[in-house]
């Protein structure tokens, strides 16, 4: 059964840093992280696929910095200046599939919450 475990989520004042942590049971050819605050939808806040191909969400594309070891099939989000509209449960996310042609399945882990506030 293919885990992916997540570390790092707490509680920051708004400007402050935190580091994400998501490492798979197997590797994946993308990982990403989601958030989903209350009330609100899940959204996509950054992907970055084995080759190093990285996507991020307008609202923090110049404060927060995705990673991964591909040795460790870890993926990790650096997060600065963090706002109180960055407050919410973050997901990780990994995909994988065998060739390009293949099924797609997708995994997500449990959730770490974010909160900034003062």
């Known amino acids: 059964q293919v885990q992916l475990v997540e570390s790092g989520g707490g509680l920051v004042q708004p400007g402050g840093s935190l580091r994400l942590s998501c490492a798979a049971s197997?590797?994946?050819?993308?990982m990403g992280w989601y958030r989903q605050a209350p009330g609100k939808q899940r959204e996509l806040v950054a992907s970055?696929?084995?080759?190093?191909?990285?996507n991020y969400e307008d609202a923090v594309k110049d404060r927060f910095t995705i990673s991964r070891d591909n040795d460790k099939n870890t993926v990790y989000l650096q997060m600065t200046n963090l706002k109180p509209e960055d407050t919410a449960v973050y997901y990780c996310?990994?995909?994988?599939?065998?060739?390009?042609?293949?099924?797609?399945?997708?995994?997500w882990g449990q959730g770490t919450q974010v909160t900034v506030s003062s």
């Open positions: 996310n990994g995909k994988f599939r065998r060739t390009i042609y293949s099924t797609i399945y997708e995994y």
């Open positions: 970055i696929t084995s080759g190093g191909l990285i």
């Open positions: 197997r590797s994946m050819y993308a």
